[in-house]
């Protein structure tokens, strides 16, 4: 399977098309701005795992966080997004810590997982409201952004496309009518 066919299928398998697919699919060759570059601090790269730990939590298959996604994240925007996008996703993280900050007064990798949650739930609201009255054109929500980016980045990891989807190495035959059973995982 090439990577064309392989992103494809991810869109698919997350419900709808990823952010920016036709630019994954054709290869990317943005420029980077000079904010980007702060996104490869280890500290920030841990900030971003963190993040993607919550949005897809370790549960019988590894999370985010493991399957390296606060590392993909940076090379993604830095690689891949317009330099508006990269902005609003640098941005974005302050405005996350902020939010962390005001409303437990804490930073966001002091937070429990339930508060982490929390506060998650309610910017991915506001998020998903910026997105309807905006529409999907810039410019974009920073979590529309970033919760996208860890879906792509977990689900084309080798620990999200071996232990959270189903998945054969070397498949076999076709079958088209293959038995579904309630809680199978999605096929890889």
Same mark, same amino acid.
């Given at each position: 399977?090439?990577?064309?066919d392989?992103?494809?299928? !991810?869109?698919l398998?997350?419900g709808g098309t !990823?952010v920016?697919?036709?630019?994954?699919?054709t290869?990317?060759?943005?420029?980077a701005?000079?904010?980007v570059?702060?996104?490869?601090?280890p500290?920030?790269?841990?900030?971003l795992?963190d993040i993607?730990?919550?949005?897809?939590?370790?549960?019988?298959?590894?999370?985010a966080?493991e399957?390296?996604?606060?590392?993909?994240?940076? !090379?993604m925007v830095r690689?891949?997004?317009?330099?508006i996008?990269?902005?609003?996703?640098?941005e974005?993280?302050?405005?996350?810590e902020n939010s962390?900050?005001?409303?437990?007064?804490r930073?966001?990798q002091?937070?429990t997982?339930?508060?982490r949650?929390?506060?998650l739930?309610i910017i991915?609201?506001?998020?998903?409201?910026?997105q309807q009255?905006k529409g999907?054109?810039?410019?974009?929500?920073?979590? &529309?952004?970033i919760?996208?980016i860890?879906l792509?980045?977990?689900?084309?990891?080798?620990?999200?496309?071996?232990?959270a989807?189903? &998945? !054969?190495a070397?498949?076999?035959?076709?079958?088209?009518?293959y038995?579904?059973?309630?809680g199978d995982k999605a096929?890889?």
């Amino acid at each position: 399977m090439n990577r064309r066919d392989a992103l494809t299928k !991810v869109a698919l398998i997350m419900g709808g098309t !990823v952010v920016g697919a036709n630019l994954f699919l054709t290869g990317c060759s943005r420029e980077a701005s000079k904010t980007v570059e702060s996104l490869f601090s280890p500290e920030i790269i841990d900030f971003l795992g963190d993040i993607s730990d919550t949005i897809l939590p370790p549960t019988s298959s590894p999370g985010a966080k493991e399957a390296g996604v606060g590392e993909f994240i940076p !090379v993604m925007v830095r690689d891949c997004y317009s330099q508006i996008d990269q902005q609003i996703i640098v941005e974005g993280i302050g405005k996350l810590e902020n939010s962390a900050k005001s409303k437990y007064n804490r930073i966001f990798q002091e937070l429990t997982k339930a508060e982490r949650t929390e506060l998650l739930t309610i910017i991915d609201k506001e998020s998903i409201d910026h997105q309807q009255k905006k529409g999907v054109e810039e410019p974009r929500h920073y979590f &529309y952004l970033i919760k996208q980016i860890t879906l792509l980045g977990y689900f084309t990891s080798e620990l999200g496309t071996t232990k959270a989807l189903r &998945y !054969v190495a070397i498949p076999g035959k076709y079958i088209g009518d293959y038995p579904y059973k309630e809680g199978d995982k999605a096929w890889a």
